[in-house]
């Protein structure tokens, strides 16, 4: 079994920052990708970033040039570095990976409040 620990989230005013971490631990495969995933209240969960084990990375475009991820290969862990943070910022948080075998994994959601 795979866990993923997240840390980091919190309350914030608009224009600060905030960094996320997850930390991988577990029965996991060769990891392909990790990545945070986001979601709102009454709104679907959405892609914010992903990395992969080669250092491809996506962003979302509303967070392109204010986020940042990065990944620590050797300690199975992604950071996410949130910059200008705005109120529509505001969501649950969540670590994903993905393995090579297509393997889904989820941490547990943190909660970020950016404060107009």
């Known amino acids: 079994q795979v866990q993923l620990v997240e840390s980091g989230g919190g309350l914030v005013q608009a224009g600060g920052s905030l960094r996320l971490s997850c930390a991988a631990s577990?029965?996991?495969?060769?990891?392909?990708?990790m990545g945070w995933f986001r979601q709102a209240p009454g709104k679907q969960r959405s892609l914010v970033a992903l990395i992969t084990t080669r250092g491809s990375i996506n962003y979302a475009d509303s967070v392109k040039g204010r986020f940042t991820i990065s990944r620590d290969n050797a300690n199975n862990t992604v950071y996410l570095q949130m910059n200008s943070l705005e109120p529509e910022d505001t969501a649950v948080y969540y670590c994903?990976?993905?393995?090579?075998?297509?393997?889904?994994?989820w941490g547990q959601g943190t909660q970020v409040t950016v404060s107009s």
């Open positions: 994903w990976l993905l393995d090579y075998g297509l393997h889904n994994y």
């Open positions: 577990g029965s996991i495969l060769s990891i392909n990708s």
